[in-house]
């Protein structure tokens, strides 16, 4: 017989744990299809663990299914996050007639058609939410940066452009999604003061995918300037999104980097990170190679931390897929209201930087 833990339930961990190891050299293909099923007989104290396995979940391709004795709230709030309709909880019959549970994991999950797939298992799909966001990436370019991770962050932009409903009419309507691109690397740097940030297109600028594809890939050159995370943080801030119009619900700051800022723009970065996160932005970040402070990423990024970072140490396929899944998780956090900008762990610090 199994053992019985003395420990509190913590599903959200297990779920962690089984992604990251029980799975870790599972093959990829077209026509695999990864399933981990979780029984629960209960309530889990730790939301945030849970929140963070279902976007570790979505970002890996993994289907959780959990069958469930008791209610289990938190897991299907998480699981409202999967805009897929996949990740589905089966509540245990109070009698012993299974047959439909075990109907629904086999024909929903375990032998899913997707070309001809059950009626019953759409029943599931959460009408995706009204997309509203101003979203600015600021992307390293940087004289540290190499060419070929360079051209996989540009690539890896590309690809989020596409999780994004761009607004037809940036500058009159109110709804839709608005996006910019502010380059890292410093212009006409010297040693009394720092240049503007380039930058690549405003909020206003693009009203399609595609146009801001052209333009990532044909136009936006490599600099040879140091890197500047917080100079160029709180130029972006003050001069592209508070000057915008019609400002929109929610306020994202990507920042893909490849290594630290420059020593004169630390305390400039952990200061204006602050100030940004106080004002209810959201910091995501994108780390990529082994130049990196981990310090500096956690003071950069929004809290949890393990919502907001992705770290990537290589520059290969497989993981720029994770970043893009994981992110795509991550902006379906703010399309449902996960957490909180500023969060309440930062209450204290941002009322002390206004008083």
């Avoid at 994004?164 to 380059?183: N, Y």
């Avoid at 801001?212 to 136009?219: P, V, W």
Wanted: contains cysteine.
């Amino acid at each position: 017989a199994l053992p019985i833990s003395s420990s509190g339930r913590d599903i959200g961990t297990a779920m962690r744990f089984t992604a990251r190891n029980v799975f870790k050299r599972s093959l990829s293909g077209a026509t695999v299809r990864k399933v981990a099923v979780f029984f629960s007989n209960g309530q889990s104290e730790d939301a945030t663990s849970i929140y963070t396995a279902v976007m570790e979940f979505s970002a890996l391709n993994i289907i959780p299914v959990v069958i469930a004795f008791n209610s289990v709230p938190h897991v299907q709030n998480a699981f409202k996050m999967d805009s897929t309709g996949m990740f589905p909880i089966l509540k245990v019959p109070a009698g012993d007639d299974y047959e439909p549970l075990i109907r629904r994991l086999r024909v929903c999950t375990l032998c899913y058609d997707m070309c001809k797939p059950d009626a019953s298992c759409l029943q599931n799909i959460d009408p995706s939410q009204k997309s509203s966001s101003d979203v600015v990436f600021l992307l390293d370019n940087s004289q540290d940066v190499r060419s070929d991770q360079y051209l996989k962050m540009r690539d890896l932009l590309v690809t989020l452009l596409y999780n994004f409903d761009i607004s037809s009419e940036p500058e009159t309507s109110g709804e839709g999604d608005r996006v910019a691109l502010v380059s890292v690397a410093a212009q006409d740097y010297t040693s009394h003061k720092l240049g503007n940030p380039h930058v690549e297109f405003d909020l206003l600028a693009y009203t399609s995918t595609r146009i801001m594809k052209r333009h990532i890939q044909e136009y936006v050159p490599e600099f040879k300037g140091p890197r500047v995370l917080g100079h160029t943080l709180q130029w972006t801030i003050d001069n592209i999104l508070v000057t915008a119009p019609k400002p929109r619900k929610n306020k994202i700051l990507f920042v893909i980097s490849a290594g630290e800022t420059s020593f004169r723009d630390k305390y400039t970065m952990k200061e204006a990170s602050l100030k940004a996160k106080c004002q209810g932005y959201s910091i995501f970040v994108v780390s990529i190679g082994q130049q990196f402070n981990y310090t500096e990423l956690e003071d950069l990024a929004s809290t949890p931390v393990d919502h907001h970072l992705v770290q990537l140490g290589r520059v290969h396929n497989p993981d720029m897929e994770y970043a893009s899944g994981f992110i795509r998780a991550f902006l379906n956090t703010l399309r449902h209201g996960i957490n909180r900008y500023p969060p309440e762990d930062l209450r204290t610090k941002c009322r002390t930087l206004t008083s």
